[in-house]
């Protein structure tokens, strides 16, 4: 005789968890051996569903769509990834074009 199963509780994922991921994985986008500096990010977490928003300076010189869907790319990925929950906006605004700067080793 086997026990029907005890009802599960449920895994919550903070905004601020995500808006770290996003953040993190938005700097890690490989742009060519640069990176893209990440100066602010929102995330809102509604049920299952994320929104992210970060705010960087990309290097220049970029060509700012590809560049910028590479980041919002990871961006979104990662936090889909890590966090389980489905990315329904990852939005990039780009604040600036920064003098360029290498990945570190």
């Given at each position: 005789m086997t026990a029907a199963p005890a009802e599960r509780g449920r895994t919550v994922v903070a905004?601020?968890?995500?808006?770290?991921i996003a953040e993190r994985a938005?700097?890690?986008a490989d742009l060519g051996g640069r990176r893209a500096r990440v100066t602010d990010g929102t995330a809102t977490v509604q049920g299952g569903r994320?929104?992210?928003r970060v705010d960087v300076l990309l290097p220049?010189?970029?060509?700012?769509?590809e560049t910028g869907e590479r980041v919002r790319g990871?961006?979104?990925?990662r936090?889909?990834?890590l966090s389980g929950l489905?990315?329904?906006?990852?939005?990039?605004?780009v604040q600036a074009l920064a003098a360029d700067r290498a990945a570190p080793p």
């Open positions: 905004d601020r968890a995500v808006r770290r938005a700097a890690e994320a929104d992210v220049y010189p970029a060509a700012l769509g990871r961006m979104a990925d936090v889909a990834e489905t990315v329904r906006t990852a939005t990039v605004r």
